[in-house]
Nanobody, 125 residues
Framework: HVQLVESGGGSVQAGGSLRLSCAASGNTGSYNCMGWYRQAPGKEREAVATISSEGVPSVAESLKGRFTISKDNGVNGNNILYLQMDNLSPEDTAMYYC??????????????????WGRGTQVTV
């Protein structure tokens, strides 16, 4: 199991930027695929981006060019996942969740394969 704690959300004007962080601890060596999902009120959960243990990113087609995912492999397996969001619009308003799963990222964007989730951080544009 891996513990995930998001931070960095907040309110920003349209056109602005935010960087979300997700601190991962625990069995991060096995949970080798990490990603971001978001969910707005009354809408389905939506895949944002994911990154493999080798650092290979995948970003939702509609978000490419504005959203960037990256990861720092910290000491003792305490990794930090980032989501840089630029040129934000009101449509990006949602709760953003960090997620992790073992076995690689082949299932992305299907969220059901991710077995560890953070509590989320709210982004309001």
């Amino acid at each position: 199991h891996v513990q995930l704690v998001e931070s960095g959300g907040g309110s920003v004007q349209a056109g602005g930027s935010l960087r979300l962080s997700c601190a991962a601890s625990g069995n991060t060596g096995s949970y080798n695929c990490m990603g971001w999902y978001r969910q707005a009120p009354g809408k389905e959960r939506e895949a944002v981006a994911t990154i493999s243990s080798e650092g290979v990113p995948s970003v939702a087609e509609s978000l490419k060019g504005r959203f960037t995912i990256s990861k720092d492999n910290g000491v003792n397996g305490n990794n930090i996942l980032y989501l840089q969001m630029d040129n934000l619009s009101p449509e990006d308003t949602a709760m953003y969740y960090c997620a992790a799963r073992p076995g690689g990222c082949a299932s992305w964007p299907d969220w059901s394969w991710y077995t560890s989730w953070g509590r989320g951080t709210q982004v309001t544009v």
